[in-house]
């Protein structure tokens, strides 16, 4: 088991462009949480998927971001028409049903020029 | 009134000594309260959980809760210089969310 990993670790692109990012979680656990974060602030939650289902989003994830879990594993979060502040670091974290205690990946850390 | 809250810092502890980070949190329904540690530039690690009133030890962390004043730390013995980084208070289940909301968190230094 090598817990959560996250790709691409790090993407530079320029305003106006598509980016796509994957997640992968811990394989037996069957909810995948987005978040992003920003220097010196805390992560902020995105949204959160059980199995396939998408049940929340933040009121963060504007109609330029979109995430899907389409087989219940691994997780997508793509951004379309980046603008400068959508650098930020984003982070996937998973958790069991039955605990609450997520676990993070490394995260993507994404600049937008 | 942030749902999370946490003293920035920076703060600084001799090595060896006890470092001790606090966090409040507004929703009184909370659920389950998380100490993550982050180093720079990298993502957060769970250090400890804890989910009922009192102390809950792990190692050289302890972590306390008091629902009754909404109020979670957590307390390092025997600090290390490997301990300097960003230490992130969650919470779980505000309004009754599935959720973790952070705090800001504190930024810690260990003086050797």
């Known amino acids: 088991d090598t817990g959560v990993s996250q790709n691409p670790r790090h993407k530079i692109t320029k305003r106006g462009q598509n980016v796509t990012f994957r997640c992968d979680p811990i394989?037996?656990?069957?909810?995948l949480y987005w978040y992003r974060q920003t220097l010196g602030q805390g992560p902020e939650f995105l949204t959160y998927?059980?199995?396939?289902?998408?049940?929340?989003k933040s009121r963060l994830l504007s109609d330029r971001f979109s995430a899907e879990r389409p087989k219940g594993s691994f997780s997508t979060l793509e951004i379309q028409r980046t603008e400068q502040g959508d650098s930020a670091m984003y982070l996937c974290a998973s958790s069991w049903t039955d605990t609450d205690t997520q676990y993070f990946g490394p995260g993507t850390r994404l600049t937008v020029l | 009134q942030k749902e999370v809250e946490q003293n920035s810092g920076p703060l600084s502890v001799p090595e060896g000594a006890i470092a001790s980070l606090n966090c409040t949190y507004s929703d009184r329904g909370s659920q389950s309260f998380f100490w993550y540690r982050q180093y720079s530039g990298k993502s957060p690690e769970l250090i400890m959980s804890?989910?009922?009133?009192g102390d809950k030890e792990d190692g050289r962390f302890t972590a306390q809760l008091n629902k009754a004043s909404q109020y979670v730390s957590l307390l390092i013995r025997d600090s290390q210089p490997s301990d300097s980084a960003t230490y992130l208070c969650?919470?779980?289940?505000?309004?009754?969310?599935?959720?973790?909301?952070f705090g800001q968190g504190t930024r810690l230094t260990i003086n050797p």
């Open positions: 804890i989910y009922s009133n």
């Open positions: 969650a919470v779980n289940g505000i309004q009754g969310a599935q959720k973790l909301v």
């Open positions: 394989s037996e656990h069957n909810r």
């Open positions: 998927f059980q199995n396939e289902a998408q049940l929340e």
